[in-house]
């Protein structure tokens, strides 16, 4: 029986999506666009998905669009600013986003912006004061990651989010890893959009959502057929709409549950590891996290190598920033908190979720403190 | 996601390095074939901060592990690589020398650090798709490296400086099998590495252009240039840098002259290239540093044996005497052409009576570091 640890990388669909998902797919054939009955029970199923997904976030659903996932959101966002905005040709971010909004920038960069990437403490926050020093008259967006995927760090989106609204700058979150772990309601915080994939609270790969929460014009990076109000073309993937629907509604209804049962399960870990294993750190702040996500450095190892060991004996985690042909590269989430490349090398990242229990808990840290000594002596660090 | 059936009793587990290439593959297949639980782990060594990975190989070989049914990883070795083996390589260049990375390579990256990690996995052995064989003679309990059966393959000459520990955990597959058996057996099995082209180039230089290689890693190197002198020191032309030179190069010196010249000497210190005819090139023995005896003991007395002083080097009868300091010196029984400093001399036991050939015993002895080729 396999033991799987890295919920921040993707989660299992969970059975109640499943069914959901499976009826679509069986029973309803139709085109959301068509007008006939076939149609319209698939655009009730997509207005369905929409209202599920606006009432777990606190939002509207007039202002939820349906994508492929975040990564497609925060392209859509981002690129689209190079359309939108004649005048104001400057980004706000921070060091520690994900790739697919680092690359996105890069890109608007090549082509004549200028985005200032605020640093962050060594517990992997950043300070709003210091992000509302780098807005200027041109800058266009403020781009922060609610909950970092690597570390779970909580970022104070209250605070930017006050001080975007007060300076006039829309202000766009990524809460790919927040939703389903973390409070997310848009009717308490003004942020202008926000960006989310179904996968990371057990829903399907391949969808998401782009939330646009004012009324700022949005450039479509995908064209014709004028789906999701001229915003998305492309015919609806309607049976994983619904099942986003249905993980979100789960999300919802869970959320005080779940993050109970993570934060136990994931401080059971870190207690059982810290008092049996010396020369361990945590990175990332211990207050302001995800209750499912510790990172930890084992100091005098390799992550990779924990991490391959780990697999042998059946618990999946992850390390670092995995590239394509799956060697494991020192993080940039970590080199941005202060950490040399050899301490971001070895770490591990252990992320809790739906059917994780205490006792797989306890069989990991009986086999880490097995693991960590050989790896210790494997000169790899 | 489950695991291979709990009734049968566990397996040993065996890493093996493949690189996406027939050999490795097939080494893998023998080994699963003899009931390992095999663990296939290609080594990322190469490809800077700037291209991210050889994809290709690396899919190759996770391919060929699917097909097998075994599990897989790659290992990042990309830093390390790059400051112990990529660097010297361009340095060996800038020093006059023909460096031959393979060597560091297997003995400490195949050899010292996989087998780390292998440890760490639970695995004692690790196998790669060498020619070579290793066995233990059981009178002296000592690990020995002998001659691969396909004697046109044998790659023990790049496995010179392993030792006992070593040797003790290194497993060869193919030691006994002809290339052409281990492409059939590729075949029969349907890996989809069976047919894939031998690699002939150093790996971290796919378009074999040493040159370009150690003036990206140490610009300054574009600015050496100097002259090309014959053996009573007058100037037959300029070059670009002596990085662009191996003792025995005979194309690429610019130079006209009424007959064939040939590089035989560098001399770092004045940047100059010295070009003589091909009995400039013959030496009568070699200097060696770094000297490995796979038996952990040097002779006491000087040793009559077969050496080889390049990969594709037929071999000689030699006398080696072990000198203090891991050093020894090489006399050749016959003067050997173009004795390259950087490359390694491997010795083997001397030609049998029995055999009554110009080829070498099978067993290898050790081997240094050409320092000097004495002329």
Known sequence: MRIYLDHNATTPVREEVVEVMTAVLRENPGNPSSTHAEGAAALAAVTNAREQVASCLGTEPKRVFFTSGATESNNTLLCGLLAANASRRHVVTTTIEHPSVQEPCTWLEARGFRVTRVPVDEDGRVDPSRLAEAIEDATALISVIWANNETGVIQPIEEIAACAEQRGVPFHVDATQAIGKWPVDLSRIPVAYLSCSAHKFNGPKGVGALVVAGDGGIEPLLLGGGQERQRRGGTENVSGIAGLGSACALAEQELGERRRRYAELRDRLWRGIETSIAGLRRNGSSEHVLPNTLNVEFAGSAGEVLLQALDLEGVAVSAGAACHSGSISASHVLTAMGRTPEEARSCLRFSVGHGVDAAQIDRVIELLEKLVPLAREAVEA | ?375
């Open chain 2, 1 to 375: 996601m489950t695991g291979p059936a709990a009734a049968v009793a566990p397996r040993e587990r065996v890493v093996v390095a493949m690189s996406g290439g027939v050999d490795s593959s097939t080494a893998a297949a023998r080994l699963v074939e003899q009931g390992y639980e095999v663990i296939g782990i290609t080594m990322h060594l190469a490809g800077g901060a700037s291209r991210c990975c050889s994809l290709e190989d690396a899919e190759d070989a996770r391919r060929v592990a699917q097909r097998l049914g075994v599990r897989f990883f790659v290992a990042n070795y990309r830093e390390r690589f790059e400051q112990e083996v990529i660097v010297p390589f361009a340095d060996s260049y800038l020093s006059g020398r023909t460096p031959i990375p393979c060597v560091a390579c297997n003995t400490r990256f195949k050899f010292e650090y996989l087998m780390e990690r292998a440890r760490v996995f639970g695995a004692e052995k690790v196998a790669t798709g060498h020619y070579a064989r290793v066995e233990r003679d059981p009178s002296s309990e000592l690990y020995t490296l002998r001659r691969a059966a396909d004697r046109s393959k044998d790659q023990t000459y790049f496995l010179f400086e392993l030792g006992q520990a070593q040797l003790s955990r290194a497993c060869f597959p193919l030691g006994a099998m002809t290339k052409s058996q281990v492409r059939e057996h590729a075949r029969e099995i349907g890996l989809t590495t069976a047919d894939k082209p031998e690699s002939q180039e150093i790996c971290f230089v796919p378009d074999g252009d040493y040159a370009g290689l150690v003036e990206r890693l140490r610009p300054e190197a574009g600015q050496l240039a100097g002259e090309i002198v014959d053996e009573a020191g007058r100037v037959l032309g300029r070059h670009a840098g002596i990085h662009h030179f191996t003792v025995g190069q005979r194309h690429g010196l610019g130079i006209s002259a009424g007959r064939r010249l040939y590089v035989s000497r560098i001399e770092p210190d004045s940047q100059r290239v010295v070009v003589g005819g091909i009995e400039a090139l013959a030496a009568h023995g070699a200097e060696l540093t770094g000297v490995n005896w796979i038996s952990g003991q040097p002779p006491e007395r000087a040793l009559q044996v077969r050496a080889q002083v390049r990969h594709r080097h037929a071999g000689v009868n030699a006398r080696v005497e072990a000198l203090p300091g891991g050093r020894a010196r090489l006399l050749f029984d016959e003067p050997v052409e173009a004795v390259a400093p950087g490359q390694a001399a491997v010795f083997y036991d001397p030609p049998t009576a029995e055999a009554g050939r110009e080829e070498g015993g099978e067993r290898t002895l050790g081997g240094g570091w050409i320092s000097t080729a004495l002329k």
